[in-house]
């Protein structure tokens, strides 16, 4: 079984590569797709695409818009969902792909530091597993679509 | 038309009230929900009932996944959710509605101070309206249960 | 059997109003509903109520925004759409509702002069029901709810 | 991440061209589809395999049908939904398949000069970006199939 | 529980009658719909309405149109569908109700003489029960609607 | 607000009617929906009603079926499932109904004795509470619908 | 674009092969799904695998549902139904398999001859075409699948 | 038509292995889905992969969640649902996939020796065929994906 995870959240650490790095060296059938890591292209998309804004609200609103096209194809074509939540920022918006997720019956996985664990007890409470290393969520992606021999195909 | 609001968030200050009492003077057939707004009981309500925990997380567990039942059912319920955002606390269960209820296609109101702008940008993108005072939420209400001489019901 | 009909389009003319009596008269169950037809009201809520804006393309924005809330939780509650289509105004947003509704499965009637046969032919192709005259849609309405003698309730 | 496109609308242009064209030199993973742009070919399909009609309307009825199997079944298979509007013609048939997108959750992006930006206001609101130029949209599309090094597949 | 139950098929005998005074004589809170029954009157209310048709099909398609709003608002309503053939006509309108109500998960109970087994055992293998006689239809509604006492409202 | 709730499971001891006993002394607005707990005639219902069978597993099938309209119906119905599971009995089908209400987005709460943890994990793992007493279970009911001052209908 | 075409009905005429066969010729990129044809293999598929039945009921039954995980698997799977009456046979499974894909909202294509017109009309008027010949389905198909120079894939 | 197959159920017997070879032998093309059957690894993935708990309910939790994206995963991916239940054990486990699959509409082939037919009775009630042998169920695959010479792709 080939499976899609997106992995969502927290942009400014390499969690991404070790998940992915992890499951390419076990060899696993999984593809993943991710948002814009680069913070300022992924802010400026919408002004620098369109046409500039005097009102910064609108300058957010149209980035934010066509970022959105990007993560709500990936989250309707992904299997599982991986969401990361770091001590910095507020990341509403990893909260915001979650609550999405959640009610597209899509499987969540969420990763953060045990110290997260009371203001993130809602979005764990919508989880199959909480972990709090990238190494845990290849183990899990491993035990996922571990083949059974002469069954699976 | 009669509709259903769940007012999402911010739970330490009086948001609720003012939207509440200002469609109930405006006469607007429309009935409210919201999440318990006791802290305490809130958070405690799982070992209160189920019995303690050891761990702080599965104490705050067994809580968040009582406390989703109200929240889910309420959603599912509503025909539109507003959702409130302060400067206080990270809120990510505020966020988690909002995109659970956006992929159960309600339209959502935000409200939040506009110095909130920048962060909420995604929670902002997926929003009909942003207000910035329980005020405007009103009027916006009153605007979409506005009754048509001799046509609507 | 009690139905909803939300009657989309044409605000310039008495068209809902003729059908609205017409199912009065009869005494017909049914309940209707509609978006603003007061087009100045309609055009600049967004501003009124949330604050001017320099741009003419954000302050129609945040109007058809707040319109939108409108009318996609009527036509989600209606079980039958009316379309009234004319000769004046591009009416692009009628041609929207009645394409959400199809998407939704609601039955559609349409209703406008035959002149308008060609332009809207894939209109029409999405409809149950190509009517002319609001007395048309009456009769059809009445033939909908129509109670069986000793069957319906 | 590969992605499918429908491109809705104004059949008189080259603005179809003009973005398949962009994202091939680009090197972009993304198919297109489109509606038959003959327009005789389109307006006379009905008859000509099904044989002919006295009634205009019936001509069109049979055409619009066939034409529908066609948009219907690509909207469905879309991942996104690109629509342009121009200055002539009315384009009903453009704004339905907007509709329709809308209320199945695909992200649309729409295209016109902006002098149409009042009378698509409600058309804009249901749309995730505004463009005015086809290499805009191709920029756009570029950002939401844009790879990230040593993460997305 | 009050149950919705839609009765499809057959028009030329008193089957209805039979099974809504067996539920009202057991006091069911039950409601009933039903199509026109009244043959000449369904089968010409598309021309009574919107003008006649020199060709017999589109005569036909006008009437089974305006027939399928009151159908489908009907199934889409009922809670269980039962669906009565005979050994006259071809019926094919009821197997189509029969097949739209199974793909949208309602139960359905097919109420026929023994004899049409062969024939009619796709349609069978859809149903919950199979029914010879309006009797039987009578204490399968009122055994799913039975109150227990001391439990179900 | 009110809600329905569908009560699975367990039909030899007096769980039932002490949740709905407990509900009804907190003047909670919650209605129940049940299977029918005789279990005779739940049993026989297929062939007392649509006629005798000779091979048992026809006999069965055939109140099961009929059975499967009740449960089907009050299953969609409900707002919430709650589940039963003693020691005695495979009690299939209480397992099969919190399959089917999770895949429906139903919330479920379990209730078994502790005992049973090990063999119910995975129906454990769908619900958002266990519960051990019909007592702990009115609690979890009164939480839900309980009502904010001034802010809920 | 790639499509997948379901081929209901009629099983004792070769129009299946006249549309497979036409649409090879044209080197559509059409793949098709059907029945089976072999009028026993069908019939007794039930009994033949699964052991014999005394009545005659369950043994249509047991075959009846074993060809309806093949039938639903592949209308689930198909783009459009094409379903063919004939002069021949009640076909009400035919006329069933066509509720179930329009309640699923795949386009439906019909083929008869005129002379059942009349009985056919209520599904006629879920079809969005209505065809004689195997030739004139194979016309419609290329309409549907013809690619725009330069544009589509 | 290639489909996939979940099978679901009983871990300590060689069932899935004879169903795969059988299917391998008559070349189908059919490709499968299996849980993890390594008892050891299945029950004891949550604390091997997140950490240890002192409290087994939590353990089994941890686990069950882990599984149960596999079992969630797989279930969406499947065609077709084979369920095996044996004498030993309480498997309420695969009656909640049972459940969960037919509330998914997948069609489901349920296989126990028959003197488990009446306690699985509603279980049975759910699928499309009750077999008794790995060799029957190898047979009703066999006849789902059947290819009809010069007609199915």
């Known amino acids: 079984m080939d499976i ?3 992995l969502a959240g927290e942009i400014h650490s390499n969690w991404r590569s070790e998940i ?3 499951c390419s060296s076990a060899q696993l059938p999984i593809s993943f797709m991710s948002p814009i890591s680069d913070h300022e292209l992924s802010d400026g998309v919408g002004t620098d695409i369109l046409g500039d804004e ?3 609200f609108w ?3 149209k980035s934010a818009k066509i970022n959105a096209i990007r993560t709500r194809t990936m989250i309707e074509k992904a299997d599982i969902l991986v969401a990361k939540f770091g001590e910095e920022y507020r990341q509403w918006n990893t909260a915001l792909d979650v609550g999405y997720a959640a009610a597209k ?3 969540i996985i ?3 530091p045990s110290s997260l664990g009371h203001p993130l007890k ?3 409470a919508t989880a199959m597993a909480v972990a709090e290393t990238a190494e845990q969520v290849v183990k899990i992606l491993q ?3 571990m083949k059974q021999d002469t069954i699976d195909s």
Request: aromatic letters at 4%; a negative charge.
């Open 122 to 124: 809602e979005v764990d």
């Open 54 to 56: 005097t009102d910064g």
């Open 143 to 145: 035990h996922i679509v």
């Open 59 to 61: 300058k957010d609103h």
């Open 110 to 112: 969420v990763l953060h």
């Open 105 to 107: 019956e899509k499987p």
């Open 4 to 6: 899609r995870v997106y």
């Open 20 to 22: 992915v790095e992890g």
